[in-house]
């Protein structure tokens, strides 16, 4: 069976679905194939923050910046990898994204005005007003499309319900010590216990499934095709331009002829485990990494790409967006990956090898942390590290997968996801970590965090930093003492929240041949896409930040749109 179309988007993730709702916005016939039974990707098990240099919301609350400080920024950042032509067109089209979806489209934003950028020490570094979020949804809005939405990520929900970072995390920390807290946490309960009762799923949506769902309901109501258990198998060419591709389904394969291309949007290669071995040195066999995103992001848009004579861009710093990960032991033997993003600023916390010595300040960024753990561990000697906090800590923050009080602490210790002991020895012995190391370095740090200071790796030292801290900790939201046991620790070892390599584009988001000339009629977006960041970290959200912009930039691009889609002066770099 053949069937035709003006654009077919491979991927339903946060870039594709920008993708497919810009064209459709433009008067393009649009599917989207997704290979998973389920729409939204790695998005929805993301934070769902997008980096939107100078965009509209951070304008209209009075956060007014000199145009050229994030390029500025990013070239301090990338150094030699600094692409100038798509780093400009993302900075250039970032705002105007952020603008067509909040008013064309039922993507709504929440502002992320006090979110710094995370190297507050280079030129250009924003204090705040560069991310934005998907505003919190009501999953009831998508009516029967809400049983095509991936759930929320087990590690990081609360009982299935996802949780937004800024004051609705910050309610659920402090609910055992603020009234007002306690009764935001209650509320949102109360409302969870009820949708599970009626729905059978978290109907509060926040963070990236919030994003998804708002990208679902907006391209079903431009006439999008949203076909689920969809894999794309082969592209098809003619001419050196990309026709359409094979789509299997289950009455068997189909052919989708697309009038003005294909789009790459498969979410990257985080378990391609082939690809890993090739591209991560720290996992010679691919299993020595543990990745966030879904089983289903193997690779299939690079696979795709190269088959038509794409390139995969492997120059960058770092083929991988790192994160610090542990690993969940659950009942039946399945083991979950909890990402480290929150607790490592907390005041009272630091990260050893196995020798007990720190390596990183651990509130500068997760990838940061990973980073420095690749560089640090001895060559022969398995990379992972110890996060170690004492009992007030604990309750006071969690630590890991184990949630601060009320929550019990116990099961955590007894599935051995944690490791405990009465004193610091104790808990070295238990880690395997050395114990004079250990202690010598508890002593050290403790010394100088009772005067809330940090001069051997100078927590607290930046916005960033300090953001992540506790506002109530001073003088240095990011330190305090380690002194008060029982001790707790949990391993963490190398993960990602998805992948930087990726193929080659240009501008456009074209797909680039080896002689560095456009594919015609084929676009790669997302992590599919080589990141613009060059392999490394310089903000929050910025991965789904270019993902978002490059997604509009496409859609735009497939439909030869010139005009842009609104007026909104905020949006005007």
Not at 207 to 213: P, S
Request: glycine share 12%.
């Amino acid at each position: 069976m053949e069937e035709i179309c003006d654009l077919l988007v491979v991927g339903s993730g946060a870039s594709g679905l920008s993708a497919a709702v810009t064209a459709a916005y433009h008067g393009l016939n649009v599917i989207v194939a997704e290979k998973e039974a389920v729409i939204g990707g790695a998005t929805c098990w993301s934070g769902g923050w997008i980096w939107a240099p100078l965009n509209p919301l951070a304008r209209r609350a009075g956060v007014r910046e000199d145009a050229s400080a994030p390029r500025t920024y990013l070239e301090h950042e990338l150094g030699n990898r600094f692409d100038p032509a798509r780093i400009d067109a993302f900075l250039h089209h970032a705002p105007r994204m952020v603008s067509f979806f909040e008013r064309q489209t039922a993507l709504k934003f929440a502002d992320g005005n006090a979110i710094a950028d995370i190297h507050g020490d280079q030129p250009g570094a924003g204090t705040g007003g560069r991310s934005v979020a998907a505003a919190p949804y009501d999953g009831r809005e998508l009516g029967p499309l809400i049983k095509l939405l991936r759930d929320t990520m087990r590690e990081t929900a609360l009982m299935g319900m996802p949780i937004m970072a800024g004051k609705d995390l910050w309610a659920f920390l402090t609910a055992t010590r603020s009234l007002t807290s306690f009764l935001h946490v209650t509320g949102r309960l109360i409302r969870h216990l009820w949708d599970l009762t009626v729905h059978d799923r978290a109907m509060q949506l926040v963070n990236g499934v919030a994003l998804v769902a708002r990208l679902m309901r907006s391209a079903h109501d431009l006439g999008v095709e949203l076909r689920v258990s969809a894999p794309v198998i082969r592209l098809l060419s003619e001419d050196g331009r990309v026709t359409g591709a094979i789509m299997r389904t289950s009455e068997g394969e189909r052919v989708i002829r697309a009038r003005r291309g294909v789009v790459l949007a498969a979410g990257g290669f985080p378990n391609d485990l082939e690809r890993r071995r090739e591209l991560f040195p720290h996992a010679p066999t691919g299993r020595e990494h543990w990745t966030l995103p879904p089983h289903g992001t193997s690779g299939d848009g690079l696979r795709l790409g190269e088959s038509v004579g794409g390139v995969v861009d492997t120059t960058l710093a770092a083929a991988g967006a790192w994160c610090p990960v542990s690993l969940v032991p659950y009942r039946g033997g399945s083991t979950g990956h909890f990402p480290h993003i929150i607790d490592r600023g907390k005041p009272g916390v630091i990260g050893v090898l196995a020798n007990g010595r720190r390596f990183v300040n651990e509130a500068h960024g997760y990838y940061d942390y990973v980073a420095a753990m690749l560089a640090a561990v001895p060559k022969g000697e398995e990379v992972a590290s110890w996060l170690i906090c004492d009992h007030r800590f604990q309750r006071r923050y969690g630590l890991g997968h184990s949630r601060p009080a009320p929550m019990p602490v116990f099961p955590h210790v007894r599935s051995g996801y944690l490791k405990t002991g009465r004193t610091i020895e104790d808990l070295a012995q238990a880690c395997g970590i050395d114990p004079k190391g250990l202690r010598a370095t508890v002593d050290e740090y403790n010394l100088h965090a009772r005067r809330g200071k940090d001069p051997v790796f100078g927590r607290g030292s930046t916005p960033y930093n300090r953001n992540q801290g506790d506002p109530r900790q001073q003088p240095n939201p990011c330190v305090a003492p380690i002194e008060r046991g029982p001790f707790y620790a949990v391993k963490v070892l190398p993960g990602s929240f998805g992948t930087f390599a990726g193929l080659k584009t240009n501008e456009n988001a074209q797909v680039l041949d080896d002689a560095g000339k456009p594919i015609s009629g084929l676009y790669s977006i997302g992590t599919d896409m080589a990141s613009i960041m060059g392999g490394y970290y310089p903000a929050g959200g910025i991965n789904l930040g270019p993902a978002m912009t490059f997604g509009y930039i496409t859609g735009r691009h497939a439909a030869g749109a010139t005009d842009f889609e609104t007026d909104d002066p905020d949006a005007v770099v």
